[in-house]
């Protein structure tokens, strides 16, 4: 609402210790835009994480409009950006080493990606819905090496919603949320 830029990060290590274990960062940036009446925000984030011998990478813009609907706001988004995948075939360890099913090397395939969000708040409620991957991204392996291997992405969905309980101490609150996903 001020015009501050909110700046969120977050490390995941699954497993640590195990080879090939996930391991998942996210940092992201959005700040409200100073004209008019500060209903635009932009932001950008990026998302590198591997898991066995996936490494999957995103890079993302988004953009926000914040309207008035009763007595509280509704946030809309729209998100896009580029994704990469990638499968390091270098690392498999195969009874028949040169098996032609596998790759022997990296494999990597670069696609755009689109998103789109909806979030409403009310006080001290929110409740909000998304989708990422609505272009339903066809990501490619070995087109150099005359192979082709295809990587169809679904969307996904989410929804989310919660408050946020006062307390009698002013610097406590209890905030019970949920987050569904689909597959």
Known sequence: RDG????????SMQMSGYTNAPV???IGANT???????????????LNETIGLFTNRRLLLDYAYKIGVGKGWMNL???????SEE???????????????FPTGNERGTVGDL??????????WWAGAS???????????????????VMDIKPTLYLTGGCNIALRNP???VQPSFLMESD
């Open 4 to 11: 501050r830029a909110n700046v969120v990060g977050s490390l």
């Open 87 to 101: 499968f390091n075939g270098g690392k498999l360890k195969l009874e028949n080493q040169n098996d032609p099913a």
């Open 171 to 173: 610097l406590l609150s």
């Open 32 to 46: 409200a835009l100073p004209f008019g009446k500060q209903r635009h925000s932009l932001g950008a984030g990026l």
């Open 115 to 124: 998103g789109a969000g909806v979030l409403y708040v009310n006080g001290p």
């Open 77 to 83: 988004g729209l998100q896009a950006g580029v994704m």
């Open 24 to 26: 998942s960062m996210f």
């Open 131 to 149: 989708a990422q991957h609505l272009n339903f991204p066809h990501v490619e392996f070995g087109k150099d090496e005359g192979k082709t291997a």
